[in-house]
């Protein structure tokens, strides 16, 4: 008989997810496996909710972004009667391996069922680019080449009008898609989480850059950065599954701060889904291509409780835990070239 392997995508959607589901069917077949797609994350294996992939499935979606499985930010460790289903359903499909994608919650319910008893495999996907064992996920590269087009336009704009404006972009707890983005599209001031956030600095560079003659200015912020002795920055504080807040608003409040010291004409783009959504870039078509199939060697190897990862541009295992051990923040060597360009 064939041994079977489910995958499930979990938490935030984002590009690159449909080349690793390709990555793994075309694999998983070759090497005589079958393939069950299990439906919207975690959530499917609560319900049972599956569907076989064969090459028609995954046929035509490597440039597609989302992910044809749908997802959701289940956490079925929240209740112990559906972790008892999801173990149950695991059974019931006979699965020999269930691939999990995703970032720290989705790897941490994984980490766990393995620790159960249960065959998994992980892979990274976060579009912060903040989890730890790998150099880069995919879905980044595609965000921080959005970002840079969405800041590049506004160059145009600030320029035309004499405005300051401030671009808010993803990152949770860490500043890369704010540090990679903004270096690329020229701004002036990057703002991360890793570094609370001086108004007084931030009014002073804008300030140094108009008495030499500039007349706008392009901040970028992540949505995560926080003013000095303050909290984060909320859009609700109704709380997900797994815990987490909705962040949101930092360019809101940085902006009227902004206009308020300077006296100089601010205006806020928040970039919000649009970083997460449409075509994935090549280099995360092949990324996530080289993810699903090292996942599905690693399983013909018997690696289980294990994640791919790149690093120095080779795809090797790592163990789960190490990935979620702890958050990978921002390189601060990184920051400092941006801050040469800063004003």
Known sequence: MKKTIGILTGGGDCPGLNPVIRAVVRKGINLGYEIIGIKNGWKGLVENDTEKLDLLSVSGIIHRGGTILGTSRTNPYKNQGDIKKVIANYKKLNLHCLIATGGEDTLGVAAKLNKEGLNVVG????????????DFTFGFDTAVNIATECIDRLH????????????EVMGR???????????????????????????SEVVEIIKKRHGRGKTFSIVVVAEGAKLKKSDEILQEEELDSFGHVRLGGIGETLG?????????????????????????????????????VKAIEMIDAGEFGCMVSLQRNKIVSVTIDSAIAKLKTLDMELYDIAKVFFG
């Not at 976060?126 to 790998?134: C, F, G, K, P, V």
């Not at 540090?179 to 956030?197: K, Q, T």
């Not at 300077?262 to 291509?289: K, N």
Request: proline share 5%.
């Open 256 to 292: 009227k701060l902004i206009e308020e010291k300077t006296g100089y004409e601010t205006r806020i783009s928040v970039l919000g889904h649009i970083q997460r959504g449409g075509t994935p870039t090549a280099f995360d078509r092949v990324l996530g291509t080289r993810f699903g």
């Open 156 to 167: 145009t704009t600030a320029e035309s009008h004499h405005r300051i404006i401030v671009v």
């Open 123 to 134: 892979v990274p996907k976060t579009i912060d680019n903040d989890l730890s064992a790998t």
């Open 173 to 199: 707890h860490a500043g890369w898609i704010a540090a990679y983005s903004g270096i690329a599209g020229g701004a002036d001031i990057i703002l991360v989480p890793e570094i609370p956030i001086d108004t």
